[in-house]
């Protein structure tokens, strides 16, 4: 039963892989990716629109450009099987930690739960290798604390992290909670404790050593500043799906740590994960692989006996499972993940004949898609806000709500033609002002200037 539920969880994992690559934040990463093939500098990148004019530094620049040289050679169907890759790569990192503590019957429960709580941001995204990152993280922070060992498999790993997704320093608070959890558990005076504190450290300077510099720690210093543009920032809800999931992963864990106590390091550990799902959206999922452990000690301290040790065969089955499953995907693809999102037969024609520079107003959610298909075009709005000063998302968020002077705002965009959703209220807007329907579907629809706008 426990290997059909993680068989079951991998199939799930190339389902949701199987499909079209629906999400806009592809290909901003797909077009950010061409660019520095093409010869952007990472310590100096351009900008793909004039409406973005703010200083900023990659923080995802790896998988960006490894997703934009597998388009190059197999389309998007190859760029759709790296995402099954990724999302394979975390049920394996969930279910090897949670294995580590629980059995199986748990491991199974548990690799579903962190799958649910993590499903709206599974997606062909960089952030998603974040959460397996995470998870192997906390592992080894947790076991350092236990065991006093050093985990010094963590400063490749987060020098890895540092060029792959702006989470990365989430590895430098893991680390600083596994010290202080170790310090509590073997006590301050503890020999290992300076040799821990060590690694941690050389974690810090190993994300100033990737090609980016040390300049990288400013780059995502001030993401959390821009974050009230983007809904990813805003509150968690607990009664939705994803919620629900994670209350389930939390609620065994805490109620078993009141009743019958902890070790510190599962106490820390524990709120850690608390605070990240109360945090915001954005870290929902780090919270759910950073309670999955917890939860895995916990439930399994309910069950008579040991966990049982992972033996060669099931490690063995789990890794066979896990290359089948991509297998599968390999063949899938092609079939399923060449349909790109914007399909209005006339798109092609009409915005792949502007004038190359020709300003286009948009909205946040087909601007990575157009940025990417159609690069001669000058975009007012893409959903990549590192490139954007906070004056421009404030504008940006002014025109798409049509706030007091929203018009003026579009004039001193330039904005040409704009391309936006058919229901849009923006778009009836400017229709209301004398804007001009090029063309129209039931989806999207371009819109000209007047002459005298």
Same mark, same amino acid.
């Given at each position: 039963?426990?290997?059909?539920?993680?068989?079951?969880?991998?199939?799930?994992?190339?389902?949701?892989?199987?499909?079209?690559?629906?999400?806009?934040?592809?290909?901003?990463?797909?077009?950010?990716?061409?660019?520095?093939?093409?010869?952007?500098?990472?310590?100096?990148?351009?900008?793909?629109?004039?409406?973005?004019?703010?200083?900023?530094?990659?923080?995802?620049?790896?998988?960006?450009?490894?997703?934009?040289?597998?388009?190059? @050679? *197999?389309?998007?169907?190859? $760029? !759709?099987? %790296?995402?099954? &890759?990724? /999302?394979? =790569?975390?049920?394996? +990192?969930?279910?090897?930690?949670?294995?580590? @503590? *629980?059995?199986?019957?748990? $491991? !199974?429960? %548990?690799?579903? &739960?962190? /799958?649910? =709580?993590?499903?709206? +941001?599974?997606?062909?995204?960089?952030?998603?290798?974040?959460?397996?990152?995470?998870?192997?993280?906390?592992?080894?922070?947790?076991?350092? =604390?236990?065991?006093?060992?050093?985990?010094?498999?963590?400063?490749?790993?987060?020098?890895?992290?540092?060029?792959?997704?702006?989470?990365?320093?989430?590895?430098?608070?893991?680390?600083?909670?596994?010290?202080?959890?170790?310090?509590?558990?073997?006590?301050?005076?503890?020999?290992?404790?300076?040799?821990?504190?060590?690694?941690?450290?050389?974690?810090?300077?190993?994300?100033?050593?990737?090609?980016?510099?040390?300049?990288?720690?400013?780059?995502?210093?001030?993401?959390?500043?821009?974050?009230?543009?983007?809904?990813?920032?805003?509150?968690?809800?607990?009664?939705?799906?994803?919620?629900?999931?994670?209350?389930?992963?939390?609620?065994?864990?805490?109620?078993?740590?009141?009743?019958?106590?902890?070790?510190?390091?599962?106490?820390?550990?524990?709120?850690?994960?608390?605070?990240?799902?109360?945090?915001?959206?954005?870290?929902?999922?780090?919270?759910?692989?950073?309670?999955?452990?917890?939860?895995?000690?916990?439930?399994?301290?309910?069950?008579?006996?040991?966990?049982?040790?992972?033996?060669?065969?099931?490690?063995?089955?789990?890794?066979?499972?896990?290359?089948?499953?991509?297998?599968?995907?390999?063949?899938?693809?092609?079939?399923?993940?060449?349909?790109?999102?914007?399909?209005?037969?006339?798109?092609?024609?009409?915005?792949?004949?502007?004038?190359?520079?020709?300003?286009?107003?948009?909205?946040?959610?087909?601007?990575?898609?157009?940025?990417?298909?159609?690069?001669?075009?000058?975009?007012?709005?893409?959903?990549?806000?590192?490139?954007?000063?906070?004056?421009?998302?404030?504008?940006?968020?002014?025109?798409?709500?049509?706030?007091?002077?929203?018009?003026?705002?579009?004039?001193?965009?330039?904005?040409?033609?704009?391309?936006?959703?058919?229901?849009?209220?923006?778009?009836?807007?400017?229709?209301?002002?004398?804007?001009?329907?090029?063309?129209?579907?039931?989806?999207?629809?371009?819109?000209?200037?007047?002459?005298?706008?």
């Amino acid at each position: 039963m426990p290997a059909l539920t993680l068989l079951g969880v991998l199939v799930v994992a190339v389902a949701r892989a199987a499909r079209p690559l629906t999400n806009p934040d592809t290909y901003f990463h797909l077009r950010f990716g061409a660019e520095f093939l093409a010869g952007w500098s990472l310590r100096d990148p351009g900008s793909v629109s004039t409406s973005a004019t703010r200083d900023w530094l990659p923080t995802q620049w790896l998988p960006q450009v490894l997703m934009a040289a597998i388009e190059e @050679r *197999a389309g998007l169907p190859g $760029v !759709a099987w %790296l995402s099954g &890759l990724q /999302l394979v =790569a975390l049920v394996l +990192a969930v279910a090897w930690v949670c294995r580590r @503590r *629980a059995d199986p019957v748990v $491991v !199974a429960v %548990l690799t579903a &739960l962190v /799958l649910w =709580a993590c499903w709206p +941001a599974l997606s062909m995204r960089p952030q998603v290798l974040s959460y397996a990152f995470m998870a192997l993280t906390v592992h080894a922070w947790w076991q350092a =604390a236990l065991t006093g060992s050093r985990p010094w498999l963590l400063v490749p790993l987060t020098w890895w992290w540092a060029m792959w997704h702006g989470m990365w320093p989430f590895a430098l608070v893991v680390g600083a909670v596994g010290v202080v959890a170790a310090g509590l558990h073997r006590g301050l005076r503890a020999r290992e404790l300076p040799r821990q504190a060590a690694v941690l450290v050389a974690c810090a300077v190993s994300a100033a050593l990737t090609p980016v510099g040390p300049a990288l720690y400013d780059a995502v210093l001030t993401v959390a500043g821009r974050g009230r543009f983007f809904s990813e920032w805003g509150a968690p809800d607990f009664t939705s799906p994803t919620g629900a999931a994670l209350i389930l992963l939390a609620a065994p864990a805490l109620l078993v740590v009141l009743r019958r106590g902890a070790s510190w390091p599962t106490v820390l550990f524990l709120g850690l994960g608390l605070g990240l799902a109360l945090y915001s959206n954005r870290t929902l999922p780090l919270a759910a692989v950073t309670l999955a452990p917890v939860a895995a000690l916990a439930l399994q301290s309910l069950i008579p006996g040991q966990p049982t040790p992972p033996g060669r065969r099931e490690v063995g089955w789990g890794l066979g499972a896990a290359a089948a499953a991509l297998l599968v995907l390999a063949v899938l693809v092609p079939r399923t993940s060449a349909e790109t999102p914007v399909r209005a037969d006339w798109v092609e024609d009409r915005l792949g004949s502007l004038p190359a520079g020709t300003t286009v107003l948009n909205d946040w959610g087909d601007g990575g898609y157009v940025m990417w298909a159609y690069p001669q075009l000058d975009l007012v709005m893409h959903g990549y806000g590192d490139t954007f000063t906070t004056e421009e998302l404030e504008r940006n968020t002014s025109i798409l709500g049509l706030d007091r002077g929203w018009q003026d705002l579009v004039r001193g965009t330039g904005a040409e033609v704009a391309f936006l959703r058919t229901d849009h209220r923006l778009t009836a807007a400017l229709e209301d002002a004398g804007w001009r329907v090029a063309a129209t579907s039931a989806d999207v629809e371009l819109l000209e200037a007047p002459e005298d706008w």
